[in-house]
């Protein structure tokens, strides 16, 4: 079994209705993020992330970012932010990133910045 790490407030986590489990058969292991900066803490993802032969356990496989946070006020993360998100998952625990990005427009506009650094890139984006 495999799982996601995604923010406790996320739309991933809060609106889409259990897809995640129901259509891709994934769990979720939800994370707090900060309040003021919509932002998953990297102690907290490194402390959840499992990766062993226990059947018991699902293996941590992606994290999950939402650019611009919807239920956290809008908030843009910035990418200074993003960059030491994706050295996290993809260098140093070996996961893929994923960007709920349906407001990723937004996040460019507010960081007035039209740079797109692929040390930052994400495996996948949603846009929709």
């Given at each position: 079994a495999s799982e996601i790490v995604v923010g406790a407030n996320s739309h991933i986590c809060l609106w889409e209705g259990?897809?995640?489990a129901g259509l891709a058969g994934?769990?979720?292991r939800q994370v707090y993020e900060d309040p003021?900066?919509?932002q998953l803490d990297s102690d907290t993802i490194r402390d959840c992330w499992v990766l062993d032969d226990d059947?018991?356990?699902p293996k941590t496989r992606v994290l999950c970012l939402e650019n611009t946070h919807n239920m956290m006020g809008g908030v843009a993360l910035p990418p200074t932010y993003m960059d030491a998100m994706s050295e996290l998952a993809k260098n140093e625990l070996n996961l893929r990133l994923h960007l709920d990005g349906a407001r990723v427009m937004n996040a460019i506009v507010?960081?007035?910045s039209n740079d797109n650094n692929n040390?930052?890139?994400p495996a996948t984006i949603t846009t929709t």
């Open positions: 259990g897809n995640a994934i769990s979720t003021n900066t919509a059947d018991h356990t507010a960081q007035s040390s930052s890139s």
